[in-house]
């Protein structure tokens, strides 16, 4: 009796995949560079084809990690190669990395826990190619209760009116805010807009008995408060 065939062997892209899960398994992300662990997340959305070139793709054009799964759908669909699938892969992995860091804030004073609200609100606005203006909500103890994007605009410009801020503050019984915006060009200096528009906000919020305790302005990697720069 002729002995019997080996078991065929899975196409490469299939075997390396499986390496590729079980090492992420054992050793965690740290286990794998930035590409190796995108590939993972491509898997999501490109089940049956070789992933790594794409990796490497949109690493390439974006440069880093976070900016690759923070990018604008718009932007990814114009790396070829880049499916529908793929683009749902990624911006899901932002939206649970935001919903994770906003959970680890939420009830907390966020006074005294200024550092973890400035990560969640880089990880949630410091790698955006166009402007966003914010507002995280605060009850009366302080404590992080709601955040909203109240206006989104162009790569320098966001538009932002008093009225719909305290609308806000006012339909969620917020005691006291801070406001957020980001810089997409990086350097997060206020400018003369910046600072009229928040002492708008604050003048009007403390007729209504709801207090403005900062300003903060996201950068890439740098950050400027408007409470520390003695701007409110």
Same mark, same amino acid.
């Given at each position: 009796?002729?002995?019997?065939?080996?078991?065929? !062997?899975?196409? &490469? %892209?299939?075997?390396?995949?499986?390496?590729?899960?079980?090492?992420?398994?054992? &050793?965690? *992300?740290? *286990?794998?560079?930035?590409?190796?662990?995108?590939?993972?997340?491509?898997?999501?959305?490109?089940?049956?084809?070789?992933?790594?070139?794409?990796?490497?793709?949109?690493?390439?054009?974006?440069?880093?990690?976070?900016?690759?799964?923070?990018?604008?759908?718009?932007? #990814?669909?114009?790396?070829?190669?880049?499916?529908?699938?793929?683009?749902? *892969?990624?911006?899901?992995?932002?939206?649970?990395?935001? !919903?994770?860091?906003?959970?680890?804030?939420?009830?907390?004073?966020?006074?005294?826990?200024? $550092?973890?609200? #400035?990560?969640?609100?880089?990880?949630?606005?410091?790698? $955006?190619?166009?402007?966003?203006? !914010?507002?995280? #909500? #605060?009850?009366?103890?302080?404590?992080?209760? %709601?955040?909203?994007?109240?206006?989104?605009?162009?790569?320098?410009?966001?538009?932002?009116?008093?009225?719909?801020?305290?609308?806000?503050?006012?339909?969620?019984?917020?005691?006291?805010?801070?406001?957020? =915006?980001?810089?997409?060009? &990086?350097?997060?200096?206020?400018?003369?807009?910046?600072?009229?528009?928040?002492?708008?906000?604050?003048?009007? *919020?403390?007729?209504?008995?709801?207090?403005? =305790?900062?300003?903060?302005?996201? &950068?890439?990697?740098?950050?400027?408060?408007?409470?520390?720069?003695?701007?409110?």
């Amino acid at each position: 009796m002729p002995p019997e065939a080996p078991p065929p !062997r899975p196409p &490469g %892209h299939t075997g390396h995949r499986q390496r590729l899960k079980q090492r992420f398994l054992e &050793g965690g *992300a740290d *286990a794998l560079p930035d590409y190796e662990l995108l590939e993972l997340i491509l898997f999501l959305g490109i089940p049956q084809k070789d992933t790594k070139p794409l990796a490497k793709a949109l690493l390439a054009e974006f440069k880093t990690f976070a900016d690759v799964v923070s990018a604008d759908p718009a932007r #990814l669909r114009k790396v070829t190669g880049v499916t529908p699938g793929a683009v749902t *892969a990624l911006k899901t992995v932002a939206a649970a990395a935001h !919903r994770l860091k906003f959970g680890q804030i939420r009830k907390q004073d966020v006074l005294s826990s200024l $550092e973890q609200v #400035l990560d969640y609100c880089v990880s949630r606005m410091g790698f $955006e190619g166009k402007e966003q203006f !914010r507002v995280l #909500l #605060l009850d009366k103890k302080n404590a992080l209760v %709601h955040d909203h994007e109240v206006a989104r605009g162009t790569v320098d410009h966001v538009p932002v009116y008093v009225r719909e801020v305290l609308s806000l503050a006012l339909e969620r019984n917020a005691s006291a805010m801070i406001l957020v =915006h980001n810089h997409p060009s &990086g350097d997060p200096t206020p400018s003369a807009a910046d600072i009229t528009m928040t002492r708008e906000i604050r003048d009007a *919020a403390q007729k209504l008995g709801i207090t403005v =305790h900062d300003h903060l302005v996201i &950068g890439r990697g740098r950050h400027v408060s408007f409470r520390a720069q003695g701007l409110l």
